[in-house]
Nanobody, 115 residues
Framework: QVQLVESGGGLVQAGGSLRLSCTASGSTFSIGTMAWYRQVLGKQRELVADITSDGRTKYADSVKGRFIISRDNFKNTMYLQMNGLKPEDTAVYYC?????????WGQGTQVSVSS
């Protein structure tokens, strides 16, 4: 079992920055790809960015050039540096991790961007 806990969400003005963290605990050995998703109430959860265990990254077009995903495998922590935030980035952000063919999710952290 893997437990994921997100932190770092909050309220920020448009143009501002936030840094999200996702810390894994439990059976963290051999965690593979990790990702950040976000969801607005009433809409489908969407992929924001993902990162493989060896550091390869992928981003949604809507966040390219503004968000940076990274991970520290020694600390079992993944990060999402969010710069140039826009009101449309407002959502609950979830952390996802894969290990041994099983998918795990965090509880989510709210990010709100005011115009």
């Amino acid at each position: 079992q893997v437990q994921l806990v997100e932190s770092g969400g909050g309220l920020v003005q448009a143009g501002g920055s936030l840094r999200l963290s996702c810390t894994a605990s439990g059976s963290t050995f051999s965690i593979g790809t990790m990702a950040w998703y976000r969801q607005v109430l009433g809409k489908q959860r969407e992929l924001v960015a993902d990162i493989t265990s060896d550091g390869r990254t992928k981003y949604a077009d809507s966040v390219k050039g503004r968000f940076i995903i990274s991970r520290d495998n020694f600390k079992n922590t993944m990060y999402l540096q969010m710069n140039g935030l826009k009101p449309e980035d407002t959502a609950v952000y979830y952390c996802e991790a894969w290990r041994s063919g099983m998918e795990y999710w965090g509880q989510g952290t709210q990010v709100s961007v005011s115009s």
